[in-house]
């Protein structure tokens, strides 16, 4: 009797302490088929669904092949809150644009809790419709190739995105994101393909990523705060870009934003903050870039405030939004313009706080301009060019 009282605690113990088992679902075992030719959505979507149900860790297995997916919405919230998608080959959308209707999306994560994606490739294949825009054409808008939105504790780590037809990665709306060792590539004149945009989201870090891309290597919106960007090679590609603010009439405000060690290499532009010239009201505050290294790059240090294509909707090209405590550090290298820093800030709202450090930027072997409109601030240290503020 002893015994068996022994034996009924030590399974009740193992029951409840010990690690539950990984469940592993396999879209082979749900009709998935290497072969780059047949439509794995389904079988990757039933995979989910009993991942999503499940009480214990679940791992998605993508083997190694080639799956085609048309379109796979994964959708929560689900009982499980620990699934992991393993992908070890590639996964490519189908060889036409506007492939994703009108919903905008191509793979994407909806309303779920502790989602890691790890590994493999996503290929979106978008060559098509960019020459559909380079043409001229009507063209689809294209989808982002991985959205995750409305979503908290997620990671994506060591995945390859190329050939997206719109942004490659979008985290929108989302708490506690890591993104780690993420390879972007795309053609250089691909247009709006942002590698990673981060919006209304907050605690989202990005480090050790290799973006070379058409548009901003990472790209920041309204409303994201506490966001931790480290360790980032960017080029080709239009740089990490805080913008673009004030299209609406009300602007969620952007603060706490830190970037270090970045290396940009012959992009359109380093660390740029870009609001529209308009009414909107809003704020950029408590932003830090320090330690990055420029080669050839057209504006290594730009706040634009008048940002208005085509002179349209932009009245008196005023912008609303509030710029304030942005401190550049420890920032060298080579500027493709004579201009290296350009703080062209709104007479309504002039830029505040702003303060250098530590910055050496020289264009052909001479030193680069600094051009102040409306900007304060302070600089310590070494400083070439000599500062406006």
């Not at 029951?15 to 082979?28: E, G, I, Q, T």
């Not at 905008?104 to 020459?131: S, Y």
């Not at 504006?299 to 304030?324: R, T, V």
Request: one cysteine or more; a positive charge.
């Amino acid at each position: 009797m002893a015994k068996l009282t022994i034996f009924v605690l030590l399974k009740l113990f193992l029951l409840c302490f010990l690690p539950r088992s990984n469940a592993v679902y396999s879209v082979l075992n749900y009709g998935a088929k290497a072969d780059g030719k047949t439509d794995s959505a389904q079988p990757l979507l039933k995979a989910w669904a009993a991942a999503c149900r499940s009480s214990s860790p679940a791992t998605i297995h993508v083997p190694a092949g080639s799956f085609l997916v048309s379109q796979a919405i994964f959708h929560g919230p689900c009982k499980n809150t620990a699934i992991k998608f393993s992908i070890h080959g590639t996964i490519v959308s189908p060889s036409y644009y506007g492939k994703s209707d009108a919903s905008g999306k191509w793979i994407a994560f909806n309303n779920v809790e502790g989602v890691t994606i790890r590994g493999g490739n996503l290929d979106a294949r978008g060559g098509a419709l960019w020459t559909c825009k380079f043409d001229g054409r009507s063209c689809p808008t294209g989808a982002p190739s991985l959205i995750v939105s409305n979503s908290k504790n997620i990671a994506i780590d060591g995945v390859t995105s190329i050939n997206s037809e719109l942004f490659h990665i979008v985290i929108l709306g989302c708490q506690g994101v890591r993104i780690r060792g993420v390879h972007i590539l795309a053609s250089e004149n691909s247009p709006n393909t942002d590698g990673i945009h981060v919006q209304m989201s907050t605690g989202v870090s990005i480090v050790q990523a290799n973006i070379r891309t058409g548009d901003d290597c990472i790209s920041i919106g309204p409303g994201t705060s506490h966001l931790w960007i480290e360790r980032v090679f960017c080029g080709p590609g239009h740089g990490i870009s805080l913008g673009k603010l004030g299209e609406g009439l009300q602007v969620e405000g952007v603060q706490n934003i830190t970037v270090k060690s970045v290396m940009f290499a012959n992009t359109q532009n380093g660390f740029r903050i870009k609001t529209w010239g308009t009414n909107a009201r809003g704020y950029v505050k408590e932003v830090v870039f320090v330690d990055a290294v420029m080669r050839n790059v057209q504006n290594p240090i730009i706040i634009d405030q008048n940002y208005c294509p085509g002179n349209h909707n932009c009245p008196g090209q005023n912008s609303g939004i509030e710029i304030s405590h942005v401190k550049y550090k420890n920032i060298r290298g080579t500027s493709a313009t004579k201009v290296a820093v350009n703080f062209n800030c709104s007479p309504r709202n002039p830029c505040n706080g702003i303060r250098l450090k530590d910055i050496k930027l020289m264009y052909q072997n001479q030193w680069a301009r600094c051009y102040c409109k409306h900007a304060y601030g302070i600089a310590t240290g070494s400083v070439i060019p000599p500062s406006c503020l």
